[in-house]
């Protein structure tokens, strides 16, 4: 009797091999969901709000409009920053802005300044060159300080009125004892940035 060749033997075995291993790819590829999602989504809500039914009624030129804002390339991305030191950035774990924090403390900022001043705001678009009075400026910082355990958010703002008088100031914030946790930056930052628009909206009324 004839015994089949080694390499007889090996052909199917190699064969079945492949195919469990196609297999089990396939299986993976059915499965994976991608990286995982983080824990927290921050986003910014006004402490102070128009009650329902108010309403400010008049002219766009008369109007407060806040522009688009710029912001510091660390805040021009969707991670939360956290300063390490003078010289080095790094990012808050397991957390990501809803939508860039620019634009998030813009309308912020519009909606506590309606609350506060009762006057027609509007935002960025083409209210920027009619307003009577446009607020602008720079987010310099909105994130974590590590070396004194706190939450920072520092805005340059520019005040223009329509007769051509220009103003700029900056604001500060912080919130002290904050771990650097996500379950704790958040709230800090959405208390730091609420703090900065009303201080931008008592510098308006003033």
Do not use: H
């Not at 390339?73 to 991670?79: E, F, G, H, Q």
């Not at 030191?85 to 809803?98: E, F, M, P, Q, T």
């Not at 720079?138 to 590590?146: E, I, S, T, V």
């Not at 520092?154 to 650097?180: L, T, Y």
């Amino acid at each position: 009797m004839t015994r089949p060749s080694t390499s007889r033997l090996r052909k199917p075995r190699l064969a079945a091999a492949a195919a469990a291993a196609l297999a089990s790819l396939a299986l993976s590829g059915c499965i994976s969901f991608g990286p995982k999602p983080p824990d927290n989504l921050f986003r910014l809500t006004p402490a102070e709000v128009a009650p329902a039914g108010a309403t400010a009624s008049g002219s766009l030129t008369d109007a407060i409009a806040v522009l688009d804002l710029e912001a510091d390339r660390s805040l021009d991305v969707m991670r939360v920053p956290v300063t390490v030191d003078a010289s080095n950035v790094a990012y808050l774990k397991d957390a990501l802005w809803l939508e860039r924090p620019s634009r998030q403390f813009r309308s912020l900022l519009a909606e506590t300044l309606r609350a506060r001043t009762g006057r027609l705001v509007v935002e960025g678009g083409d209210f920027e060159v009619t307003g009577k009075t446009l607020i602008g400026g720079r987010l310099l910082q909105m994130g974590y300080d590590a070396p004194n355990g706190s939450v920072v958010v520092r805005f340059d703002a520019m005040r223009s009125e329509a007769k051509g008088r220009i103003e700029s100031r900056r604001f500060e914030a912080r919130v002290s004892g904050i771990e650097p946790k996500a379950v704790a930056v958040g709230p800090a930052l959405n208390q730091a940035a609420n703090d900065v628009a009303r201080q931008v909206a008592d510098w308006l009324k003033a």
